[in-house]
């Protein structure tokens, strides 16, 4: 793509290596600018690699404009959903350029993670799921009795280990009924023995995503192991339907396959069981500098399967009132199928 503009943060970053909240990102006949305000302009000169800090005087929006006209650009592409309708009627209007709307053309020009994006994501889910046996420890020690808001305030604070890491979202931390709820907010709800608690979190790792989600039973030898022994027959039941439709997905992994056949290896297992419409989210989606990017392995998933792309595996079933499960884990394409992270 000749010309480009770019005002979302994540994929910003994944062009130059640095980006904050008031920047525009151009791309014009090979040559890169990166406009912002004097508040971020020395660290973005520090952090840029070979592009051009531009800094604004004004508007970022009118600045970026003028500069456009400025620089002769008769053709740019940009994807319609990065900017506010005010913002694109803003910069656009009445410039004579050719503007190509294209849907995601960030997200689509990264689908396919490099080996040294892959190392960093290893790392970002190697680091994440050190955080996880931290919070279980953490959990083991201290859990009986604390509500749910307690156990998300430090979940937050162990994930981010100190300062050290960033989190790639606000951790989900539900007790039985609550789990039922894919996003559930935390709750007064207190920990109990023999309770169910799920957790699903991530930390950023030189801004790649991890994410993990496990479901365990709260009790005196606590963890969050694939292995679990549930006081509740139902519970252990669901359990170990979810993770073998965890299994028959991760399986299923193959470069040339649909998404959609993906999902389906989950969805159909779970439907099996007589489950299916407690199963009602996607069963993943890709992972790197943006937490949900693609591709989407979801029913109607059209994206066929390439040696180094990275999402989650993640089925669930829900059962309003009661509880709910849900197993992530997050996987690369590779030839022979997936590889976890």
């Known amino acids: 793509m000749k010309n480009f503009i770019l005002k979302d943060e994540n994929a910003v970053f994944y062009e130059c290596g640095y980006s904050c909240d008031n920047a525009i990102f151009l791309s014009l006949a090979g040559r890169k600018f990166f406009l912002t305000d004097a508040r971020y302009s020395i660290e973005a ?8 800090v531009i800094e604004v005087e004004r508007n970022l929006i009118k600045d970026a404009r003028l500069f456009l006209r400025k620089a002769g650009v008769r053709e740019l592409s940009y994807n319609p959903y990065d900017f506010s309708a005010g913002e694109w009627e803003a910069l656009s209007k009445g410039l004579r350029i050719r503007f190509k709307a294209r849907s ?9 993670k490099t080996e040294d994006e892959i190392k960093i994501l290893k790392r970002a889910a190697q680091l994440g799921a050190q955080r ?19 156990l998300f305030f430090n979940a937050e ?12 979202f606000s951790p989900i931390v539900a007790i039985n009924e609550n789990a039922a709820k894919a996003h559930a907010l935390p709750s007064k709800k207190r920990l109990r023995q023999g309770d169910l608690l799920l957790l699903d979190a991530g930390v ?7 994410d993990r989600t496990r479901t365990a039973c709260f009790d005196e030898n606590f963890n969050f192991g694939k292995e679990q022994n549930f006081k509740n027959a139902k519970q252990q039941e669901i359990y170990e339907i ?35 419409e407690a199963f009602f989210h996607s069963t993943g989606h890709g992972v790197g500098v943006d937490i949900h990017e693609l591709p989407f392995i979801s029913k109607r998933g059209e994206a066929v399967l390439k040696e180094g792309m990275v999402f989650s595996v993640e089925p669930g079933i829900y059962l309003p009132g009661e509880f709910g499960v849900r197993i992530e884990d997050v996987v690369v394409v590779r030839e022979n199928g997936a590889e976890i992270l």
């Open 204 to 210: 950023k790792f030189n801004r790649y995503c991890s």
């Open 242 to 276: 979810v993770k073998e439709a965890q299994t028959l997905a991760i399986v299923a992994v193959m470069p040339g396959k649909k998404a959609s056949e993906i999902d389906a290896a989950a969805r159909d297992f779970i439907a099996a069981q007589g489950l299916g």
């Open 157 to 168: 604070l162990i994930f981010k280990k100190k300062g050290e890491l960033a989190l790639s």
């Open 132 to 150: 996880f046996d931290e919070f279980a420890a953490f959990v083991r020690e201290n859990g009986e009795g604390m509500s749910e808001e307690e």
């Open 45 to 52: 000169r520090e952090l840029c690699k070979d592009t051009e």
């Open 104 to 112: 995601n053309f960030s997200q689509i020009s990264r689908i396919v």
